[in-house]
């Protein structure tokens, strides 16, 4: 942490700073510029961020030198974090397509899906039972019986699925069904949550808050790992901005920036980040391109009709098609697919 | 709703789309334009919102006309929701002053800013046990041992009481100890925590999400409502923007913007929106003068050893010039303080 | 300046950003931390600035200590910069109304507004002859013909009046008639437009920028200030922001923020920041209790004609109650108006 | 455009709308929900947008039907605009990588560069003379001694150039130098500028201003078009958003969009947007995979002793990388290059 002082701060203000520091022994490493005190404290990270330092007398402000995270951080572990959920590994160099219903809402409609995505390529199955909803009036999702369903079609197609949770009350229930939990990313900064999700030994799905800053989302992880949970899917899922031609905007940066910062695997989802169905391929080909571990992509058969987010599916062979033009370019930058 | 049709839509697209409205008993207005073609929905808000009209092939985009709550809505009722806890009326017309600490660390100083703020003219007490941290590895709160604290200054100091709940599970524990519950910035779309305060008969403060648009915020308050908690209080404050120099930015229009749009009461919060002491005296004033029904103020007797947001606390000196000023600004606005 | 090292930067590579340091005349001096080294630059502002210290290898940030800008700072002058317009002083701590019509349309509505507004308190008017427009299409003012208008309107109504450039080939013109050249929002970032405005001998007001930081905001007044021209009058006029139902977000942070770093007034926009007419009253209370020196707002006899604007102008006994209350909250806060 | 009135409006209040309409020969279909009217209104775009529909009594909001630009969309011509510069083709479905010193410092390191970039396949040299800075204190430019060296390297290498404007003043000199002008990000909305190169018959690169909404930018391209340059060639360059771990949030999702909206060409710039050289590789392998007609990158051989961005120049052996794998993926997706 280094902390500013203010111009004109007293002598006196320089070591109340420097008796704060040292009373958590950290040491204070002192520069006395033109203008400006310059106090570098050097110790223990945590300690020090929990010092209220911008509340002293005479200091302008605290810039933290490290990164507040440190468990998902790759100066902590420099090797990639690989995630294996029924045989289907995720981080390891490979590309995973993830696709799938946005909602349960029937066997028909989720078998009919799954067997459509297997076939194109797509090796994980998504597919929520439980939604969350802007309004209360919208459709909520089918809840247990979803899950239920969900379990039927893993059998059926030999694919693992990921289910959102949104209660720290239905952790174990979901976790009893999926392969994978799914944070949505109105619940990225849900504490109680997370670390619930954190307890269970099922691998979790952590999207990104539409409004969380990549640190943030990073802490967020933190949380999670820090339960014991080491198993974290990172989602960029694009984040809230002045522009609306797009429903958010995808953030495709966060995702060379996260490999640098971050052990963890990260996938891109092109249909939440855009919500318009004609986006979904040139995103996806993108995401290849620069670098993600894999894709998540809501299909639907017949979209018009769906409960959740009609506008953003893609039909099965919509699906098939993003499959071949992602499959040529993880094959031109040799990428195993 | 309105839908816009794509210019080179078809006659067929057209009529699939009246057929769809027909179909949930909706009238359908079609308005042929030079270049798009207009349909005008017209029927049940809800079952219309719930039609994914955008994905039906040959829509531009569907345009809502009608705002998407109901409950919280002027329209649905005209005159101002009043909330009495203990006595303290809130959004009568009146001017409310909501003091204390950001968390509860001891005895000693939750008393000393509850006597310091009462006496300056607080009506309500904040403090709380359970606090949302973005680290996981900050001070997390007192919990019950917290409350308890919180209880005990109640009876001492004659003031009713407002604290945090994070976990849908603590609903039952806060409400029998609090006067009002509140819900943070960061659990604004926590739906299963809104609706849990929604069954609970004490009185709930719903923070505005510091990414939230207006019309979420009211969102989240009708989840609340409709499960029978008629008593929310908003408070705004500060919202996520690209400007760095405060920590948040304090939307001050939406105020104004609030109480046109529904009957609930809003306080603002100038201590978390811009996380600077100096700013809280000013802003505070902005507050009474825009027509807000209170404020709600972090107050410390020693900041710099606080163990939350100490950056932002007034000493309870600086409070008691705060509300001069608030005082003489509601005098002469004929705002009974 | 503050230099983190990466943590794994060499000896060679502190040493190279030392040398570069040196070779510029400046002083570092290095702290060595568990985990990074960190650099302090001391010595001349602007010559630091200019280095690509990013650039160097093992450099994983350059964090400035000081302000980029200084002529407007408050620490190169302590006291507030008065601005005086014919006879009116603008910034001694006295609250100056700006109003009038957003752009000049005829000599009858030019006429009539001043007229009301002058009555109504006002004491320099405001109108545009040349209009900055989205759409080529649009209205683009009445240009020379305007300033005539503008200039008769000073001398029937003995009101100074602010107009605006957007071109720097105009700056002659509009200045041979305007008593305060206005940078618009759009150009807060003209640099060759700030230049020219700064040669001029004719005080200006420097709008921000919609989606400029305060920093910013200060860079575009610190190029006017140093060409000489030091009679800056800056105006807060929203942000853009996520939220959109209301036009831009009033950064009302921004007035005391300003004046803490800044010797410059400052007025507020409720107008343009709002763009809704029923959000002008609520925002003026709030700008003259914030501690703004002064307001500007739209007013049109006729604001279902105005050919610019329309749904954010006043009318003239509207602007009158405004005026009234915004006095009140004056004569409470001791605020000569 | 379709006008909303407000629950409350009175029949006289509609009337009042419908006559303002057909006063400007325009057609007004009313619709009458339950709890809205709602008026389609059809004629002329142009007119229709003049009016102050919200300024009327009884009208909640105004919604535009149609995209307020017109000459530079897709419906105006649905062929691909293709610009020619020197033989070089940009827009007609080949990728067109763009490259170059990001100013013109001196004659070595510009051709040291030129000589560089043309030899790993740049088909276009970018370097600036006149360079727009935040701060009045930074290198701003050679001005026309830059434009001189910059035409020499034009000879040497067998390269078209585009240079910045930034003075509707110095549209002439440029051209006369330069084969396609820029418009910088600051200097989109400076609508004097546009209309001077618009009357140019230099071709124009127009960058996104970084806080602009693609429609702006189309309306900041339709400025240009209006005024007789048809070529113009559009970059997508980052925009402003809340996240700070790059310097800005690259758009992606602008290209598919922009491409769907308009028949303008579209490159992404990968050093502007993220501010890090070691994001530029990762974003333009993404550049290539999502569409866009071509890339602009910043190259520098000595990007530490750079007068300008060192931070983001990539070395020009980076470039030739770079350059393979951005040809490896348009081998794949069958982009000519």
């Known amino acids: 942490m280094i ?32 203008f400006h005190t310059v106090i570098g404290a050097v110790g223990d990270r945590q ?77 994980v199955l998504r597919g929520d039972a439980f939604k969350p909803r802007t309004s209360p009036f919208s459709f909520q999702g089918l809840k247990e019986k979803g899950l239920i369903l969900l379990a039927e079609a893993r059998e059926e197609f030999d694919m693992p699925f990921v289910a959102e949770v949104l209660d720290p009350r239905d952790v ?30 099922t691998p979790v799905m952590l999207k990104r808050g539409f409004t969380a800053t990549l640190e943030e989302w990073l802490n967020a992880a933190e949380y999670i790992y820090k339960e014991g949970n080491q198993d974290i ?15 958010n905007t995808l953030d495709i940066t966060a995702v060379p920036l996260l490999k640098e910062l971050s052990h963890l695997p990260v996938l891109i989802d092109p249909s939440h980040s855009s919500g318009k169905r004609q986006l979904v391929a040139p995103l996806s080909r993108a995401a290849v391109a620069v670098g993600a571990d894999g894709l998540m992509i809501d299909v639907h058969p017949t979209p018009e009709t769906a409960l959740v987010d009609g506008a953003q599916a893609i039909l099965p062979e919509e699906f098939a098609a993003v499959m071949q033009s992602v499959r040529d370019i993880a094959k031109a930058l040799r990428i195993p697919l």
């Open 3 to 34: 902390i500013v002082m203010k111009q004109d701060a007293t002598e006196q203000q320089i070591q109340v700073v420097v008796n704060r520091l040292e009373s958590i022994d950290c040491e204070a490493h002192i520069s006395v510029g033109r």
């Open 172 to 201: 174990d229930l979901v976790a009893s069904y999926a392969d994978m939990l799914r944070i949505g990313t109105r619940n990225m900064s849900n504490f109680a949550l997370l670390t619930e999700v954190g307890r269970s030994d």
């Open 47 to 123: 300690q020090i961020l929990q010092l209220p330092l911008e509340a002293l007398a005479g200091v302008d402000r605290a810039v933290p030198v490290m990164l507040p995270f440190k468990l998902v951080s790759r100066d902590f572990q420099d090797e990639n974090t690989v995630i294996e959920i029924r045989g289907v590994r995720i981080g390891d160099g490979s590309f995973t397509p993830v696709a799938g219903p946005c909602a349960v809402e029937s066997r028909d409609i989720l078998f009919q899906t799954a067997e459509a995505v297997k076939k194109a390529g797509a090796t």
């Open 233 to 247: 899917l990172m989602v960029e899922r694009g984040i809230r901005t002045f522009e609306t031609a797009s429903r």
